[in-house]
């Protein structure tokens, strides 16, 4: 074994038995890498393994009678000293897995070296969390958040030394409301088993605490909010799960689990929503009106029928093809680099995320959390809408895997706004259909996409209802479009989507908060598997 000048452990090989021969391992603690090499030429089959050390779950030492993972029998251990490490393994489509290798020692000196020597590597990675609170909704989606924790999370989190202090909620609200009161500076991170709304409660409960003791009043619109450095992590058992699948790259409990475990960071911008100087709600992922906001109400009255729901009342809510008239105003984001038209998206590392970052650094630096007076200008539009979509991120789901803005980022202070004019049904069908696979869905000319920093709306129902209050005619007539009974237009407003809970106002007043919150997740990895993530050169030369 290599030492350094401080007695620390730089590398360690020997000559380990795996399976039936002997396998050269080595621990590299400089380039962050456990690798086992068979020694012989290599044959077909016969591959290097590799791990990077940040991503190790646990390491044990193993006992004499353990029982084969893979076989579930009992099997009686030829060598009498080893020890076993669980790590990460990278499958397709960003879904990870826990496994584990079994090594065998000469001697008992020389296991324990290596178990002591993992064990250190383990306790020097200081963003892994140690003691988590834990929200289920037992009523998410599929109604199996419960069974999800139970069997796939918290043996995990137990095989990682994860302490979890687990609440089950009793009714909607029961998270978001406790999150005021216990002891949050005990914990290193808020994991919600559920689904987009869960996550939503969670979220309001922490950014809500945060800026209560922080002194902020959550009313003002203009108010400089206080970051959330605590973490979340969201164990997908939802319907739509789209904060998950668009900052995991997959909705599945055990990968998420694994990247609660490992410590994984990833800011996320967060919008505020207000109306008339009144703090109505925070969004992560789509703000919608029209289509999205209809189906939402609609499919509230159907919950019974779990996820299903939305196919039924997206499929109602198309047929329906209502139009709805009103103005917006926004502010386009300027100092970000990036355009909703990029081909390229947001991955793991993102450049245009860091950029924003230092940005906000610097600003912070500058004026501190004094709020700076915005002068930029305003863009106004007026017209009739099918879909006013306000998306933070991709909002990728199983749904639509790239999502309703596949090149927006989960953490530049940025938020895409689409706006779908009125246009056939037959168009809008297509403008749908392109959600779900990979043709451009701002190729329309129906269809504008921008990206921006705040953003406004009034109906033009409330404009009127403000501007003649006393027009006794309008109001009696009330939901009926007068000049043309058969057509879609609709007097009435439709309903705010915002992350999967409608909004009691359609007028309303949203500003982007760069990097507000931070999750348990990395973004979306470009190379998700480990083949190829690490070339075989790599490991080579490590060997
Ligand atoms: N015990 C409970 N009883 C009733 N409602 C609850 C309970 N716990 C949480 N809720 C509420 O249930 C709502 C929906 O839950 P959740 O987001 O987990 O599932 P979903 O709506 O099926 O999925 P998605 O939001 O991904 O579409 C949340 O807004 C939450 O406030
Ligand atoms: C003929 C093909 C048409 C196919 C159209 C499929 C379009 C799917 C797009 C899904 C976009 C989801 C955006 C995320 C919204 C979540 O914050 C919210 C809460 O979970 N979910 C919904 O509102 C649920 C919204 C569900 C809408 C159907
Ligand atoms: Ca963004």
Redesign the pocket.
Same mark, same amino acid.
């Given at each position: 074994m290599e030492q350094l000048p401080g007695g620390r452990r730089l590398r360690l090989a020997s000559s380990l038995g795996l399976g039936q021969r002997c396998w050269e391992v080595t621990l590299d603690e400089e380039r962050g890498l456990l690798a086992w090499r068979d020694p012989r030429p290599p044959r077909r089959g016969a591959d290097n393994c590799f791990v990077p050390t940040s991503e190790i779950i646990a390491v044990e030492e193993t006992e004499q009678n353990k029982k084969q993972r893979s076989t579930g029998k009992w099997q009686k251990m030829a060598k009498p000293h080893a020890f076993t490490v669980y790590y990460v393994k990278k499958a397709r489509n960003h879904r990870w897995r826990c496994r584990d290798v079994t090594f065998w020692c000469a001697d008992e000196y020389l296991c324990n070296q290596w178990i002591q020597a993992l064990k250190e590597l383990l306790e020097m990675q200081k963003c892994r969390p140690k003691q988590l609170l834990v929200y289920i909704n037992p009523y998410g989606g599929k109604r199996q958040g419960k069974r999800i924790y139970e069997q796939k999370v918290a043996p995990l989190f137990s095989l990682a030394s994860i302490s979890a202090d687990v609440v089950v909620t009793e009714h909607a609200n029961h998270a978001k409301d406790n999150l005021f009161e216990v002891n949050i500076s005990k914990y290193d991170g808020v994991v919600c088993v559920g689904?987009?709304?869960m996550f939503?409660e969670v979220m309001h409960g922490l950014i809500g605490r945060m800026q209560k003791d922080s002194g902020i009043d959550q009313n003002n619109p203009k108010a400089p909010l206080a970051q959330c450095n605590i973490r979340i992590g969201i164990i997908p058992a939802?319907?739509?799960?789209?904060?998950c699948y668009s900052t995991v790259g997959i909705s599945d409990p055990v990968t998420s689990a694994l990247h609660i475990i490992i410590g994984d960071c990833q800011p996320l911008d967060v919008s505020s929503v207000h109306h008339n100087n009144t703090f109505l709600k925070y969004a992560v992922? =789509?703000l919608?009106y029209g289509f999205?906001g209809d189906?939402?109400k609609d499919?509230e009255k159907k919950r019974w029928m779990g996820p299903m729901r939305?196919?039924y009342?997206?499929f109602k809510t198309?047929l329906s093809h209502h139009y709805y008239e009103g103005t917006i105003s926004f502010q386009p984001a300027k100092h970000t680099l990036g355009s909703p038209r990029d081909k390229d998206s947001c991955r793991t590392g993102c450049c245009v995320c860091k950029e924003s970052e230092q940005q906000l650094a610097e600003q912070r630096k500058k004026c501190g959390f004094k709020h700076e007076e915005d002068e930029d200008e305003w863009k106004v539009i007026k017209g009739k809408f099918l879909a006013i979509n306000v998306?933070n991120m991709s909002?990728a789901?199983p749904?639509?895997p790239k999502?309703?803005s596949p090149a927006a980022h989960l953490a530049d202070g940025t938020a895409d706004l689409i706006l779908v004019r009125k246009c056939s049904r037959f168009d809008f069908?297509r403008y =749908?259909?392109r959600?779900?696979n990979r043709d451009d869905q701002f190729d329309f000319s129906f269809v504008d996409v921008y990206r921006v920093k705040s953003f406004q709306f009034t109906s033009k129902l409330s404009e009127d209802n403000e501007s003649s209050v006393t027009d006794i005619g309008k109001k009696r007539f009330g939901q009926f479009c007068r000049d043309h009974p058969a057509c879609c237009c609709n007097i009435a407003n439709s309903t705010w989507?915002?992350?999967?809970?409608t909004l009691d106002s359609s007028a309303i007043e949203v500003r982007v908060h760069c990097q507000l919150m931070k999750l348990f997740a990395r973004g979306i990895e470009e190379n998700c598997t480990d083949e190829a993530a690490y070339s075989h050169s790599s490991i080579e030369q490590l060997l």
């Amino acid at each position: 074994m290599e030492q350094l000048p401080g007695g620390r452990r730089l590398r360690l090989a020997s000559s380990l038995g795996l399976g039936q021969r002997c396998w050269e391992v080595t621990l590299d603690e400089e380039r962050g890498l456990l690798a086992w090499r068979d020694p012989r030429p290599p044959r077909r089959g016969a591959d290097n393994c590799f791990v990077p050390t940040s991503e190790i779950i646990a390491v044990e030492e193993t006992e004499q009678n353990k029982k084969q993972r893979s076989t579930g029998k009992w099997q009686k251990m030829a060598k009498p000293h080893a020890f076993t490490v669980y790590y990460v393994k990278k499958a397709r489509n960003h879904r990870w897995r826990c496994r584990d290798v079994t090594f065998w020692c000469a001697d008992e000196y020389l296991c324990n070296q290596w178990i002591q020597a993992l064990k250190e590597l383990l306790e020097m990675q200081k963003c892994r969390p140690k003691q988590l609170l834990v929200y289920i909704n037992p009523y998410g989606g599929k109604r199996q958040g419960k069974r999800i924790y139970e069997q796939k999370v918290a043996p995990l989190f137990s095989l990682a030394s994860i302490s979890a202090d687990v609440v089950v909620t009793e009714h909607a609200n029961h998270a978001k409301d406790n999150l005021f009161e216990v002891n949050i500076s005990k914990y290193d991170g808020v994991v919600c088993v559920g689904g987009d709304g869960m996550f939503s409660e969670v979220m309001h409960g922490l950014i809500g605490r945060m800026q209560k003791d922080s002194g902020i009043d959550q009313n003002n619109p203009k108010a400089p909010l206080a970051q959330c450095n605590i973490r979340i992590g969201i164990i997908p058992a939802g319907s739509t799960d789209c904060v998950c699948y668009s900052t995991v790259g997959i909705s599945d409990p055990v990968t998420s689990a694994l990247h609660i475990i490992i410590g994984d960071c990833q800011p996320l911008d967060v919008s505020s929503v207000h109306h008339n100087n009144t703090f109505l709600k925070y969004a992560v992922s =789509l703000l919608g009106y029209g289509f999205y906001g209809d189906v939402l109400k609609d499919s509230e009255k159907k919950r019974w029928m779990g996820p299903m729901r939305y196919d039924y009342s997206g499929f109602k809510t198309f047929l329906s093809h209502h139009y709805y008239e009103g103005t917006i105003s926004f502010q386009p984001a300027k100092h970000t680099l990036g355009s909703p038209r990029d081909k390229d998206s947001c991955r793991t590392g993102c450049c245009v995320c860091k950029e924003s970052e230092q940005q906000l650094a610097e600003q912070r630096k500058k004026c501190g959390f004094k709020h700076e007076e915005d002068e930029d200008e305003w863009k106004v539009i007026k017209g009739k809408f099918l879909a006013i979509n306000v998306v933070n991120m991709s909002c990728a789901c199983p749904r639509s895997p790239k999502g309703l803005s596949p090149a927006a980022h989960l953490a530049d202070g940025t938020a895409d706004l689409i706006l779908v004019r009125k246009c056939s049904r037959f168009d809008f069908l297509r403008y =749908l259909v392109r959600h779900t696979n990979r043709d451009d869905q701002f190729d329309f000319s129906f269809v504008d996409v921008y990206r921006v920093k705040s953003f406004q709306f009034t109906s033009k129902l409330s404009e009127d209802n403000e501007s003649s209050v006393t027009d006794i005619g309008k109001k009696r007539f009330g939901q009926f479009c007068r000049d043309h009974p058969a057509c879609c237009c609709n007097i009435a407003n439709s309903t705010w989507n915002c992350d999967g809970e409608t909004l009691d106002s359609s007028a309303i007043e949203v500003r982007v908060h760069c990097q507000l919150m931070k999750l348990f997740a990395r973004g979306i990895e470009e190379n998700c598997t480990d083949e190829a993530a690490y070339s075989h050169s790599s490991i080579e030369q490590l060997l």
